[in-house]
């Protein structure tokens, strides 16, 4: 099957990676002797390096936002759009934006940015380290249509990091039920954390359960797992992997990156 992402980003099992903002003002790390100015110059240095790399998409996020917000402050989105509306003019490639962990705020970003596609929580009740976690998909959806940005992409994370869903439902049962009552543009399946590896049984499941809707490995692909996590996903958002030395804290290794694109490119050889 042909998915919209194919057509989208111009390649089969497409690599979305990861440019992760350093503190922003208003979160614990934000260092205000550096200033603004030295994030975007971080947030620059990866995207060039990840482009350099041959990725097929990039997704800007405020990684090191920590400890999350699920209602993050308007600053967080106010320096975010900042940062990216600089880093444009070297944008080579489609674009997305993940607002941690704020879906609304996340398409708030999108539209102004211009980007195409927003990664988030969507559906589901949880529990998790960010306290009890609640979502309104159908109120966020609604706010995407009411701010003219129905053309933004969803990718709902149906697997949260850092969280359990409350109430025993399968991983096969919420993807059918999430397809059917959300209609999301693709799905996302992640590990523990960032980093962790995605259980390619639970990839599995998910596939299975809604093949007609491209399902993304989310978290902890690398050059040495790629090829067994891709035989399932439709593609890959890939932030770790990329990092000196496979270090979320480290900046972008565009050596890692075009190693582990190599290995990805030989792979869409091989499906014809």
């Excluded at 559906?123 to 966020?140: I, K, M, P, Q, R």
């Excluded at 491209?214 to 439709?234: K, M, S, W, Y």
Aim: charged letters at 20%; proline letters at 5%.
């Amino acid at each position: 099957m042909t998915y919209w992402t194919e057509e989208f980003f111009g390649v089969k099992k497409p690599i979305i990676a990861m440019c992760h903002m350093q503190a922003l003002p208003g979160d614990p790390k934000y260092d205000p002797r550096k200033g603004l100015d030295w994030v975007y110059e971080q947030a620059r240095a990866d995207l060039l390096a990840l482009q350099e790399g041959g990725v097929d998409g990039v997704m800007f996020s405020n990684e090191f936002s920590l400890p999350y917000l699920t209602k993050v402050d308007t600053i967080t989105v106010a320096c975010m759009a900042s940062i990216i509306a600089q880093l444009k003019p070297a944008i080579r490639v489609p674009f997305g934006v993940n607002v941690l962990w704020d879906p609304r705020a996340s398409i708030d970003l999108a539209m102004a940015t211009g980007a195409q596609f927003v990664r988030e929580i969507f559906t589901g009740v949880y529990a998790s380290d960010f306290g009890l976690w609640n979502t309104n998909c159908g109120e966020v959806v609604r706010h995407q249509h009411a701010i003219g940005a129905g053309h933004v992409k969803l990718f709902f994370n149906i697997v949260p990091e850092a969280a359990a869903y409350l109430g025993n439902r399968s991983v096969a049962d919420i993807a059918r039920s999430t397809v059917f009552n959300a209609e999301p543009d693709a799905l996302c399946v992640s590990g523990l954390t960032a980093g962790a590896e995605t259980s390619t049984q639970v990839l599995k499941l998910v596939k299975d359960a809604v093949p007609d809707v491209p399902v993304f490995a989310n978290t902890g692909v690398r050059q040495e797992n790629v090829e067994q996590q891709l035989a399932i996903a439709d593609g890959a958002i890939i932030g770790t992997a990329f990092k000196v030395d496979g270090s979320i804290w480290n900046p972008v290794d565009v050596r890692r990156v075009k190693a582990l694109m190599d290995k990805v490119r030989e792979l869409r050889r091989s499906l014809g």
